[in-house]
C-alpha cells in the first residue's frame, strides 16, 4: 500500500505570496493516478489538479501542480484570500484499486 | 448541474446498522465511477469504498472490509453505503463522490474525483 506524506503540516503565508505544497509518496506513483484537492473551512472538498498537472474545470491558473514518481508539487503563485485553507494530495493504485489521500497541508494566513 | 445529495446519516449505537444513500442528477450516473469518502471529526479525508459504472466491481479500504457494502440503482440514479457493526472509529461525515466514466479498472484514477456531495454526518455513540 502506498502512503503519501505532504509537508509542511501548516504553511504560514501572506496574501500576494508563492506557495510551495510538497507531497511526497512511498512507491513511485504514475503521474496519471496524482490529484490535488483544496477544503475550506466547512465546505466540501473541490478538485483541483488531476493527472499530477491538469487544471480541473474552473480552477485559476495560479494552480500548478508538477512533479513525477515519488515526488509531486502543488504550486500557488500567487496567494488570494481564498486560497487560505487544507490541500490534500491523493493517489489510485490499480492492483488492487486504492485510493490514498495524504494528510493534507494547512496554509494559514501569516 | 451536476449534483450529490447524501441522506441516512445519524446517530447510531455501537455494532448497529445504518444505510446511507446518495442522490445523484445532472449526468448519466450509470456511466460514471462512484465513491463513498469519509472525514473524520477534525481529521483528513480518507477513502472508504468505490463501485464501477454497472456495480459489478466493487473495492473497499481494509478497516471496513466485510462490515460495509456499496451497491448503486443505476435506474434511481442513487448510490448507497450499507454500513453494519458500526465502532466509534466510524464517526464522520460520509461523502458520496463521483468518478471518472471509465469501465477500464486501470483508468479509474484519471480525471480525479471531481464532483463531491455536502455529506452526511454519521456519528456512532452509545
Known amino acids: 500500500e502506498i502512503v503519501l506524506t505532504q509537508s509542511p503540516g501548516t504553511l504560514s503565508l501572506s496574501p500576494g505570496e508563492r506557495a510551495t505544497l510538497s507531497c511526497r509518496a512511498s512507491?513511485?506513483?504514475?503521474?496519471?493516478?496524482l490529484a490535488w484537492y483544496q477544503q475550506k473551512p466547512g465546505q466540501t472538498p473541490r478538485l483541483l489538479i488531476y493527472?499530477?498537472?491538469s487544471r480541473a474545470t474552473g480552477i485559476p491558473d495560479r494552480f500548478s501542480g508538477s512533479g513525477s514518481g515519488t515526488d509531486f508539487t502543488l504550486t500557488i503563485s500567487r496567494l488570494e484570500p481564498e486560497d487560505f485553507a487544507v490541500y490534500y494530495c491523493?493517489?489510485?493504485?490499480?492492483?488492487?484499486?486504492?485510493?490514498?489521500f495524504g494528510p493534507g497541508t494547512k496554509i494559514d494566513i501569516k | 448541474q451536476v449534483q450529490l445529495v447524501e441522506s441516512g446519516g445519524g446517530v447510531v449505537q455501537p455494532g448497529r446498522s445504518l444505510r446511507l444513500s446518495c442522490a445523484a442528477s445532472?449526468?448519466?450516473?450509470?456511466?460514471?465511477?462512484m465513491h463513498w469518502v469519509r472525514q473524520a471529526p477534525g481529521k483528513g479525508l480518507a477513502w472508504v469504498a468505490v463501485?464501477?459504472?454497472?456495480?459489478?466491481?466493487?473495492y473497499y479500504v481494509d478497516s471496513v472490509k466485510g462490515r460495509f457494502t456499496i451497491s448503486r440503482d443505476n435506474s434511481k440514479n442513487t448510490l448507497y453505503l450499507q454500513m453494519n457493526s458500526l465502532t466509534t472509529e466510524d464517526t464522520a461525515v460520509y461523502y458520496c463522490?463521483?468518478?471518472?466514466?471509465?469501465?477500464?479498472?486501470?483508468?479509474?484514477?484519471?480525471?480525479?474525483?471531481?464532483?463531491w456531495g455536502q455529506g452526511t454526518t454519521v456519528t456512532v455513540s452509545s
Open positions: 463522490v463521483k468518478g471518472p466514466p471509465e469501465q477500464r479498472l486501470v483508468r479509474w484514477g484519471y480525471y480525479g474525483m471531481d464532483v
Open positions: 445532472g449526468f448519466t450516473f450509470s456511466d460514471f465511477v
Open positions: 463501485i464501477s459504472y454497472d456495480g459489478s466491481h466493487k
Open positions: 512507491q513511485s506513483v504514475p503521474s496519471s493516478y
Open positions: 493527472g499530477a498537472s
Open positions: 491523493q493517489q489510485y493504485g490499480a492492483s488492487p484499486p486504492l485510493f490514498t
